[in-house]
């Protein structure tokens, strides 16, 4: 499985950015795939996930904030973000679990004035 993200950048805080993530590989189907950050002196979190069957989470910092949503026909995952706070800046990791996690490359998300 590979994973290739994409969006990600510079917001004021209260606006809003989109990522997207493009998955390519035979178990991408039935992987579940998601979005989890890392800032700065800080643990990796979950930020959402989408199963294959379509059930969604999130993590306590994004609900009402974030919104995950997934193309099965282009294998794609993206994470509509608005009401940024700076809180929410941190480098985003796109991911796919199946048997064992799948990683892409991390993509910046700053929130700043």
């Known amino acids: 499985v590979q994973l290739q993200a994409s969006g990600g950048g510079l917001a004021q805080p209260g606006g809003s950015l989109r990522l997207s993530c493009a998955a390519s590989?035979?178990?991408?189907?039935?992987?579940?795939l998601g979005w989890s950050r890392q800032a700065p002196g800080k643990e990796r979190e979950l930020v959402a996930d989408i199963a294959a069957t379509g059930r969604t989470r999130y993590g306590d910092s994004v609900k009402g904030r974030f919104t995950i949503s997934r193309d099965y026909n282009k294998h794609t995952v993206s994470l509509q973000m608005n009401s940024l706070i700076p809180g929410d800046t941190a480098v985003y990791y796109c991911y796919a679990k199946l048997a064992k996690d799948y990683w892409g490359h991390g993509t910046l998300v700053t929130v700043s004035s």
């Open positions: 590989g035979s178990a991408v189907r039935i992987a579940a």
